[in-house]
């Protein structure tokens, strides 16, 4: 349908709860998807991003595959939106970042609890790992923040309510948080 806005989502190095946020929206979705088409999304089966109005990126780049998505959704998408702590800086998974990348994989796959056949996996099939954990603006420009880990369901609506009406968003103090 031309006259719905295009949205499209993804997770980089995110833990796939900005998108559960995203769906505590429950019955208001169904309203929402009147004036809204989702493009390639983990609730799509689409596997590239088409041109887009909208783009929502939950998730840090920690790997290279992350920052080819990213790049592919800055190309394709008009407004793209920073969505929770990992995509703004990097949330929790960039604690690794106070360690070296070796020391990270040698304790995942050679000396941690439990491992057997110690190997650390080099398939060229595997994106490779980044030495730090990235926020999105690192890689590509970002039009929007919305903050949160996650953010709720109600400041996914005000957002996105306030961009299909043509608004500059703005979120009220009390959606706003950070954790
Ligand atoms: S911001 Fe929080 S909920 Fe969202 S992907 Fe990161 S850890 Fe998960």
Redesign the pocket.
């Known amino acids: 349908n031309r006259n719905k806005v295009r949205i499209a989502t993804t997770?980089l190095a995110?833990?796939?709860?900005?998108h559960m946020?995203f769906l505590d929206m429950d019955e208001r979705l169904v309203a929402l998807l009147e004036h809204v088409e989702l493009n390639r999304s983990p609730l799509t089966d689409i596997k590239h991003c088409g041109p887009c109005d909208i783009g929502l990126i939950?998730?840090g780049v920690c790997n290279a595959e992350n920052a080819h998505v990213l790049r592919e959704f800055r190309d394709n998408c008009k407004i793209l939106i920073a969505?929770?702590?990992?995509?703004i800086n990097g949330?929790?998974p960039a604690m690794r970042n106070h360690f070296h990348l070796r020391e990270c994989l040698e304790e995942a796959y050679v000396n941690g609890v439990g491992v057997e056949n110690p190997q650390i996996p080099d398939d060229a099939e595997l994106p490779l790992l980044l030495d730090k954990v990235h926020p999105i603006h690192d890689v590509v420009h970002v039009d929007y923040y919305l903050p949160?880990?996650?953010p709720s369901a109600d400041e996914f609506l005000k957002v996105l309510g306030d961009l299909l009406e043509g608004k500059e968003p703005a979120l009220p103090k009390n959606l706003l948080h950070y954790d």
């Open positions: 997770s995110g833990c796939f709860g900005c946020s939950e998730g969505v929770g702590a990992c995509a949330g929790v949160g880990c996650p």
